[in-house]
């Protein structure tokens, strides 16, 4: 017998064409992680799931597979579908380009699964969905192992909410003194890491500064080459 | 039993075509060589012809030998409109429509993040540089219904804004003559959220 998956929750994070009527997937799944998988015959015109193989959908699928590409054997939607465009399309994008660079195969993070499915849900949704692209980043640092120090300073001092702070992912956060050049280096203040430590990014300025913090430390991560997500946009994302 | 060199190798040229397996480029070449060597001496000469001139407008790179195609040369065709679509293929599937008597732009592809395909790659310069010279009026934007399509129409029809060109994107949906029970859900679902109001 073939070990077999029945029912999985996931979401399809990127698709490429395989012969003539095949499709290849990543898919990011709840017990199982990313994995890689071949889908039949998904392309031919009657498919059942020709519309349902995409991303940012929430799917139940079935697959059989020893080796590390695994074959579709059923999918099936199991939510509603999100409407994503424009700016918020090009976000989600980035939110799978993401996983997709950063995420080692066949490791679960049930719980960023579920994170991911509501991000990608505020993302089709609400007005201020930038804020929950931080946490998002913010929480796939953690999970990678990479959590970011944010209510002490490099020495173990609290961050205090009205001093200025240098920010280095690798280190943390340094007082800003007189004595120190801040050259080049992240200029943070105590208030927005504490309202990124507490998930409370409302205030446009804590925001933004959250936003260099995170990229700063994800890029780290990326290597030299930069997210391509960004290159979706015709005019730049003010946030 | 293994076959000779060159049947071998002719073989593996063969599989580089699209829905051709080693079953199938074995039957090819066995029908070549035993019945039909003229056939193949017209297929060499085609493809060198081919290859040495074909390649793409400078207008829409719609696949031509000319340095302009003949939509993009034909005077009765409507200059002030364009349709953009990802590939000649759906050149001919429009053609074929007999609906549209406008202008095509070929961007041979679609923007893909994961993949490293970007704006420069699907000709978004030359496209600007039409935009720019100011007789386009309305652009159809008739990218493929997949999330990159979506992406690739957004993107350009915010490029084509600053020009007050008119722009539409294909409606996408249930087909014609289907019965709804046989339609694929995640097509339905799309077909649900695009839905319009009687008029
Ligand atoms: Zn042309």
Redo the contacts between chains.
């Keep these: 017998m073939k070990p077999r998956v029945e029912l999985e929750p996931a979401y399809v994070?990127?698709t490429?064409h395989y012969?003539?009527t095949s499709l290849l997937l990543d898919c990011f799944t709840r017990d199982h992680g990313k994995i890689s998988l071949i889908a039949k015959g998904a392309r031919r015109l009657k498919?059942?799931?020709?519309?349902?193989?995409?991303?940012?959908?929430p799917l139940l699928i079935s697959y059989v597979g020893r080796s590390e590409l695994k074959t579709l054997t059923s999918c099936?939607?199991s939510g509603?579908?999100l409407?994503?465009?424009?700016e918020r399309?090009?976000c989600?994008?980035?939110i799978?380009?993401l996983l997709?660079r950063l995420l080692h195969p066949h490791m679960a993070f049930p719980e960023m699964f579920l994170f991911y499915g509501e991000v990608l849900s505020i993302t089709a949704t609400e007005d201020n969905y930038t804020q929950a692209l931080r946490l998002f980043e913010k929480n796939l640092l953690q999970v990678l192992g990479y959590e970011l120090m944010l209510q002490q300073d490099k020495h173990g001092e609290p961050i205090q909410k009205d001093k200025e702070y240098l920010f280095f992912p690798e280190q943390g956060a340094i007082e800003m003194t007189s004595a120190i050049i801040a050259n080049g280096s992240i200029i943070v203040s105590g208030e927005t890491l504490l309202a990124l430590a507490n998930d409370n990014l409302k205030e446009a300025k804590h925001n933004f500064q959250a936003k260099i913090i995170l990229q700063a430390a994800l890029r780290r991560l990326l290597g030299h080459k930069p997210?391509?997500?960004k290159?979706?946009?015709?005019?730049p994302m003010e946030v | 039993m293994s076959l000779s060199p060159l049947l071998q190798n002719l073989m593996q040229g063969l599989r580089c075509l699209?829905?051709v397996g080693p079953k199938s480029a074995q039957r090819m070449t066995f029908h070549l060589l035993q019945h039909d060597r003229l056939g193949a001496k017209r297929l060499i000469e085609a493809l060198t012809q081919a290859l040495e001139h074909v390649g793409y407008c400078q207008y829409c790179r719609m696949l031509c030998e000319e340095t302009v195609c003949h939509i993009c040369s034909n005077v009765k065709r409507d200059k002030a409109k364009i349709c953009i679509v990802e590939s000649p293929a759906d050149v001919m599937a429009i053609e074929a429509s007999q609906q549209y008597r406008g202008q095509y732009f070929v961007l041979m592809g679609h923007?893909s993040?994961?993949?490293?395909i970007?704006?420069e790659d699907i000709g978004m310069e030359l496209l600007g540089k039409r935009f720019a010279q100011g007789d386009i009026a309305e652009i159809i934007l008739a990218t493929n219904p997949?999330?990159e399509g979506?992406?690739t129409a957004?993107?350009?029809a915010?490029?084509a804004k600053p020009y007050k060109i008119q722009t539409t994107r294909i409606a996408h949906g249930v087909p014609m003559g289907g019965e709804l029970e046989h339609v694929?859900?995640?097509?339905?679902?799309?077909a649900?959220?695009g839905r319009r109001e009687l008029e």
Excluded: C, W
């Design positions: 994070l990127h490429r012969r003539e498919s059942p799931q020709k519309g349902l193989l995409r991303p940012f959908l099936e939607l509603s579908l409407n994503l465009s424009g399309l090009a989600a994008f980035y799978n380009e997709s997210i391509q997500s290159f979706l946009l015709h005019t | 699209p829905g923007l993040p994961l993949d490293g970007g704006p997949t999330v979506d992406a957004y993107y350009i915010d490029m694929d859900s995640g097509t339905l679902a799309q649900l959220v």
